[in-house]
């Protein structure tokens, strides 16, 4: 092997490596975005179950999710929803608060006279501050990576358990075409 050959042969290693890891690192970055969402789904679910059984939403006068969670966590049907979260979603310290996949505390928007919070019909939002770890309210441009509870992915929400059945149960057969 000649040395021009040699010197081929370890450029191709090192670009082929250095693609491997830039791909990597976006993998482990959509991995930790789809973790996210997947928690923005759950806290939206256990938020509808907890509105389902006491006709009303969590309160809270800081935009503390901590506090929330603890409610949601003592109410049975919204507890269902949070229950098997991953431990990677919890800190490790007592008091045991939830976080994103990239380690930030959520905030929760409950306060009905909020502009988002009525532009979702009233619905509180969780706001996770996404890979960035800004909240995009006082930097905007913070806020492009930002998850909310009510931004819905690509394949939208899955129904809260028993609305899919309920709904089929109670909308009428489609008629046949002639």
């Known amino acids: 092997m000649t040395l021009v050959e040699m010197v081929i042969a370890v450029v191709l290693v090192g670009g082929g490596l250095f693609l491997l890891v830039g791909w990597m690192r976006l993998v482990r970055e959509d991995a930790r975005t789809q973790l996210a969402r997947e928690l923005m789904v759950r806290l939206d679910r256990a938020l509808a179950g907890y509105f389902e059984a006491e006709h009303k939403y969590p309160v ?73 770890r800004a ?20 394949d939208g929400y899955a129904e809260a358990e028993g609305e899919t059945e309920r709904r089929a149960a109670t909308r009428p057969s489609p008629r046949p075409s002639h």
Do not use: K
Request: hydrophobic content about 35%; overall charge negative.
């Open 135 to 154: 909240f995009g309210e006082l930097d905007v441009s913070g806020l492009a990576d930002d998850l909310r509870s009510d931004d819905p992915p690509a």
């Open 60 to 132: 809270t006068f800081d935009d503390d999710a901590d506090a929330v969670v603890a409610v949601l966590l003592r109410h049975p049907r919204a507890r269902a929803a949070l229950e098997g979260l991953p431990e990677s979603f919890w800190t490790e310290t007592p008091p045991r608060t939830l976080i994103d996949s990239w380690g930030t505390p959520l905030r929760y928007h409950g306060d009905a006279q909020r502009p988002d919070v009525r532009a979702n019909g009233g619905r509180p939002i969780f706001v996770s501050a996404g890979r960035d």
